[in-house]
């Protein structure tokens, strides 16, 4: 699933839930829909560093250097 469609499903359910009723009963009930949002939300941040990491590290290995050569 493309990057961009990850980011949009994550908003739309988290939309969602922030909707759901917040009385005793109900709240109990969608609290682990509340959970999966913060988790999606973490990987979603880790990934994002990541894929960050990766291309600084590509693009250095991509570099003309001198230090690599040695």
Do not use: C, H
């Amino acid at each position: 699933m493309p990057k961009l469609e990850l980011e949009q499903l994550t908003t739309e359910i988290e939309s969602t839930v922030k909707k759901l009723p917040k009385t005793q009963g109900f709240a109990n009930a969608f609290a682990p829909l509340r959970l999966l949002v913060v988790w999606m939300k973490a990987v979603s941040s880790d990934l994002k560093q990541l894929r960050k990491e990766l291309r600084e590290l590509r693009e250095y290995l991509q570099s003309d250097d001198e230090d690599l050569v040695k």
